[in-house]
């Protein structure tokens, strides 16, 4: 009853008469669907990026320098590795436009949320109860 069409299945189209009616030649046609998720090398280049960025912010790690600097080429090279992360091992590269449209704001929404919070969280710190421990017993100096 299945090779037929007369059991019908769930999830499946039904068959319909311009199914079973020739189709023209030109109809037939190759359609060309073009997805480009990327090549071996690219993904190698892209990795090897990566590890070259990781390892510049490690040797920052061990240069002195004014800590506000260093926090600032920190957060530019993370930044950086996150974008390649994102575009090319999520395929966010290769991805439509509408959904990047979709995620970028809501990634800005998110980001300005944390920096409004930022300042009650640093306030509220200084409100904890402090406890003040008495000074400590000065031991009697022996002659």
Same mark, same amino acid.
């Given at each position: 009853?299945?090779? @037929?069409?007369?059991? $019908?299945?769930?999830? @499946?189209?039904?068959?319909?008469?311009?199914?079973?009616?020739?189709?023209?030649?030109?109809?037939?046609?190759?359609?060309?669907?073009?997805?480009?998720?990327?090549?071996?090398?690219?993904?190698? +280049?892209?990795?090897? #990026?990566?590890?070259?960025?990781?390892?510049?912010?490690?040797?920052? #790690?061990?240069?002195?320098?004014?800590?506000?600097?260093?926090?600032? +080429?920190?957060?530019?090279?993370?930044?950086?590795?996150?974008?390649?992360?994102?575009?090319?091992?999520?395929?966010? %590269?290769?991805?439509?436009?509408?959904?990047?449209?979709?995620?970028?704001?809501?990634?800005? +929404?998110?980001?300005?949320?944390?920096?409004?919070?930022?300042?009650?969280?640093?306030?509220?710190?200084?409100?904890?109860?402090?406890? %003040?421990?008495?000074?400590?017993?000065?031991? $009697?100096?022996?002659?």
């Amino acid at each position: 009853m299945i090779e @037929t069409g007369r059991l $019908p299945l769930p999830f @499946t189209k039904k068959a319909t008469d311009a199914a079973t009616q020739p189709v023209a030649a030109e109809d037939l046609a190759p359609v060309e669907v073009v997805h480009f998720a990327g090549t071996n090398k690219l993904f190698m +280049i892209v990795w090897g #990026g990566l590890i070259l960025l990781t390892a510049i912010e490690i040797l920052l #790690g061990y240069k002195p320098m004014r800590l506000q600097f260093m926090l600032t +080429i920190l957060l530019g090279l993370s930044i950086m590795k996150a974008a390649l992360i994102i575009a090319y091992f999520m395929h966010l %590269k290769f991805e439509r436009l509408s959904l990047i449209l979709t995620l970028v704001p809501m990634l800005v +929404i998110c980001i300005c949320l944390l920096l409004v919070f930022f300042p009650d969280s640093f306030r509220s710190s200084g409100l904890r109860y402090k406890i %003040k421990e008495p000074p400590p017993i000065e031991k $009697p100096k022996e002659e």
